[in-house]
């Protein structure tokens, strides 16, 4: 879907709240690329909620934590383990990713 940058669909308003998550910390996310997948991903989650507890498997991998991080703070779920064998330099780095 070609959208221009500066718009937001209701949807990404709904699921990704501005001020929740700033892009500039997920470094390795091509968010223009990416960014109708991640939504998705967010739906696919809240069709599952409620939930007490989730464990992310590979949450590393290219999106540096970020479905967990989404999990905790915009869905509110208590616990959020993620599993990986890989951290990236980006989590590292920055604390508030």
Known sequence: MNRPKTMRSPMLNRLLPPGLI?????K???WEK???TILRKFSLIEKCLPVESVID???M???DGLYSRVCSERFRIARV???DKY???NWMRNPRV
């Open 81 to 83: 383990t993620m599993v």
């Open 87 to 89: 951290v990236s330099e």
């Open 57 to 59: 498997f590979g949450g």
């Open 22 to 26: 700033d892009r500039a910390d997920y």
């Open 61 to 63: 991998w290219g999106v």
């Open 34 to 36: 990416d960014l109708d």
């Open 28 to 30: 390795t996310i091509d």
